[in-house]
């Protein structure tokens, strides 16, 4: 796979690049990247990529000319998949990190200032948002939307199955996990991942798994495949555990 960066921050990219998974997936030959630097595309000796905005309000929008020139030329000989982002787009979720991981090319458009002039998102495949939250410029955005991705390409990790049971790979948030010592300050690991009883320990994975979501993020649930008893069991235990105050992983 190939992710592309068209920004006027390229050298923003360098270290996250070339850094930990992303960066073991380029020198496996996994994952290319090639970052795009916008100014390239303008024609004033300043370089400009901005101007204001029509009518009354503060603020600069990023030019349409040189995204558009800058397009044109990168998508003339070969296709990709264009991504931008806005507070508008759709929300980027782990099923779309998997859709857009299964592309041959990716180019993320990063935009700057008040944003884009609005003609710029005709030229996105896709506008995308990660949340309910303003950025100064679209760069981490990329780098975000870059390590989710990667790290779904199959040989990146260690082991293929480091995703399946990730938090929202089922719909569910992730189970509790634990490492050595058994015993840390009065805090104890669940006796039943002790137990070597695979069986066992699945199912209480499962049971804490669904606890979770329906304690910390319940919405999730009405689209994750469990049936009527299980959710209505998981939140009765996600409302006992509140008036408690008792932690679900404590269970």
């Known amino acids: 796979m190939r992710i592309e960066t068209l920004s006027i ?5 360098e270290t996250v690049m070339a850094t930990s998974i992303l960066g073991r997936a380029r020198e496996k030959g996994i ?11 303008t ?27 800058a397009l ?46 609005e003609r710029v998102y005709t030229r996105a495949d896709r506008s995308v948002s990660l949340g309910d939250f303003i950025l100064t410029g679209g760069e981490l955005a990329a780098m975000v939307v870059s390590d989710a991705i990667c790290r779904l390409l ?21 189970y509790p996990q634990y490492t050595r010592p058994a015993s840390y300050r009065g805090l104890e690991v669940p006796e039943v991942l002790l137990s070597g009883n695979h069986a066992a320990i699945a199912a209480w994975r499962r049971k804490m798994s669904i606890i979770k979501t329906a304690e910390l993020r319940p919405e ?11 959710i209505k069991q998981a939140l009765a235990k996600a409302e006992q555990d509140a008036h408690s105050q008792k932690s679900p992983l404590a269970t």
């Open 9 to 13: 921050f390229p050298e923003m990219f």
């Open 31 to 41: 994952l290319e990247y090639r970052g795009h630097d916008l100014r390239a595309w």
């Open 43 to 69: 024609h004033d000796a300043h370089r400009t990529v901005d101007d204001g905005i029509y009518g009354p309000g503060p603020g600069q929008l990023l030019k349409p000319e040189p995204v558009f020139e």
């Open 72 to 117: 044109d030329e990168l998508l003339a000989h070969e296709p990709a998949t264009v991504l931008m982002f806005t507070p508008q787009g759709e929300r980027f979720t782990q099923a779309l990190a998997q859709e857009l991981s299964e592309q041959q090319r990716l180019l993320m458009v990063c935009g700057r200032y008040e944003g884009f002039d």
């Open 154 to 174: 199959p040989g990146v990790l260690g082991s293929e199955e480091s995703n399946l049971d990730e938090s929202f790979s089922h719909g569910l948030l992730e």
């Open 220 to 230: 999730l649930l009405a689209s994750s495949g469990l049936d009527d008893a299980e």
